[in-house]
Every structure is written in C-alpha cells, then in structure tokens.
C-alpha cells in the first residue's frame, strides 16, 4: 500500500505564498508520477498540477499556470506545490494522488493513490 504524507497548508492573505509537501516513503518504480488536486465545498475535485518522476513531464492547470509550480526530489520522495501570488478563489482542500498511468491524465480518475488532503484557506 502507497501510503502519501501531506503538509504545508494554513491560512494566508491574498497574494501570499505557501509550498505544500507531499512525501511518498517507499515509493516504489510502479509509480509513475503525482498530481496535485483541490476541491472547495461544493465543487468537484480539480486537477491543479503533475509531475512524473522520470524525466521532465509536467503539467499546470491554466487557472494556475504562471502561479503555481510543481516539482520533485527523488532523493527524498517528495513532491512540491509552490504556490504564489494566491487568490481567494484558491481556497481549497489540496490532495496529492499517486498514478501508475504514464497517461498522467488530469482527471482524478487516473489516480490510485491519495493523501489526506491539506486545507488552504487565502483571506482578503
């Protein structure tokens, strides 16, 4: 079992930065990547960002793009979400989600494993 460790959530004021952590110990070569994904209350689960753990296939939602950064440390088998320049309508619970599909389809479907979720609250 995949197991995924989330952190770095909190409250912060618009236009402030957080970095969420996700770390996978274990991680095993069947995981062929990770995705970030956030759902506000009552709204569906939304793709935000990916990345694989070979090679340089990432992906950035458009509604983060140039915002939002994703990116790994295979040493540590962690993944990070840096998050600037935050807007009240980012307020969300992040998930990091493990796949096995070199797809890397943003969908949550595509997705075997899940952490937790992190709440991410940006006050004006």
Same mark, same amino acid.
């Given at each position: ?7 770095? @959530?909190?409250?912060? =004021? %618009?236009? +402030?930065?957080? *970095?969420?952590?996700? /770390? ?10 990770? @995705?970030?994904?956030? =759902? %506000?209350? +009552?709204?569906? *689960?939304?793709?935000? /960002? ?24 295979? /040493? ?49």
């Amino acid at each position: 079992q995949v197991q995924l460790e989330e952190s770095g @959530g909190g409250l912060v =004021q %618009a236009g +402030g930065s957080l *970095r969420l952590s996700c /770390a996978v110990p274990g991680r095993t070569y069947s995981i062929y990547g990770m @995705g970030w994904f956030r =759902q %506000a209350p +009552g709204k569906e *689960r939304e793709f935000v /960002a990916s990345i694989a753990w070979r090679g340089d296939q990432n992906s950035v939602a458009d509604s983060v793009k140039g915002r939002f950064t994703i990116s790994r440390d295979n /040493a540590k088998d962690t993944v990070y979400l840096q998050m600037n320049s935050l807007k009240r309508e980012d307020t969300a619970v992040y998930y990091c989600a493990a796949t096995r599909s070199a797809l890397m389809m943003p969908v949550p479907t595509m997705y075997t494993y899940w952490g937790q979720g992190t709440q991410v609250t940006v006050s004006s």
